[in-house]
């Protein structure tokens, strides 16, 4: 069963082995260590950059015995330094923070929806579902075609996939909620609120969301990112991010 938090959390050193932008805001890092805590798609680390007193919360991309992909956004003056971090960079991480995907209940034929920076953790979701033999189709909603990442790696795992752009640059014009139009078994969700709120009003199976509030500490001591939930309040980063479809109000 799926109890959310199984992991410990662990302070581990990694080294950067490649940091490099996918777009003019997103970055790809690929950084080496120890990566035994990461046990599930939609976990999240949590960066100690110099300097700065509060860690990076950060979604895993993609992770194997080695080597953990993370893509960010540089939206500030943690995630601007990172941009200019060079390969061999050494960083302190906290792994094995959240719950994760629960990938029980897919079916056969589940639908992933990522907008923005919230279509990292769905990668490695996606190379889960279709090692367990699933045929997931995958809905990634950008602004516009100059946000467009990872679209290719996506269609390379064997997954359908539908990019959609607010703007009609580039793909099906309008927001992920407007390709939810095939059968699917089953939805996993990344992204913004107004997204997941969207998604709440139409989807027509249960599902996962995954919330992107701010988090400070990471591991629910500082209460800062708690959200409401049918059964009282709840932590973002310690008893989510990933929350059931039915428990989460949106």
């Not at 069963?1 to 050193?13: A, F, I, V």
């Amino acid at each position: 069963g799926w109890t959310g938090r199984e992991n410990e959390m662990k302070s581990e050193m990694f080294t950067i082995v490649e940091n490099r932008p996918l777009t003019s805001a997103v970055f790809e890092m690929i950084l080496e260590g120890d990566t035994s805590e990461i046990r599930r798609p939609g976990q999240f680390v949590e960066l100690q950059l110099p300097g700065l007193f509060l860690r990076r919360p950060i979604s895993v991309c993609t992770w194997d015995a080695e080597r953990l992909t993370l893509l960010y956004k540089v939206v500030g003056q943690g995630t601007g330094e990172m941009a200019g971090m060079p390969a061999g960079t050494r960083l302190n991480l906290l792994t094995g923070l959240g719950n994760g995907y629960d990938l029980a209940p897919a079916g056969e034929s589940p639908l992933l929806l990522g907008g923005g920076v919230g279509v990292p953790p769905l990668y490695g979701l996606c190379q889960a579902l279709v090692a367990r033999g699933k045929q997931p189709a995958v809905v990634l909603g950008f602004n516009t075609q100059g946000e467009v990442f990872y679209e290719d790696r996506f269609r390379a795992l064997g997954a359908s996939v539908t990019v959609t752009t607010a703007d009609g640059s580039y793909g099906r014009t309008g927001f992920v909620t407007d390709a939810m139009d095939g059968p699917y078994s089953y939805f996993y969700a990344c992204g913004p609120l107004p997204m997941l709120r969207a998604i709440e009003r139409v989807a027509q199976t249960p599902g996962q969301y995954s919330m992107e509030e701010r988090m400070g500490c990471g591991f629910g001591a500082c209460m800062g990112c708690t959200i409401q939930t049918r059964s009282g309040p709840r932590r973002v980063c310690k008893d989510g991010p990933v929350f059931d479809r039915g428990e989460v109000i949106l």
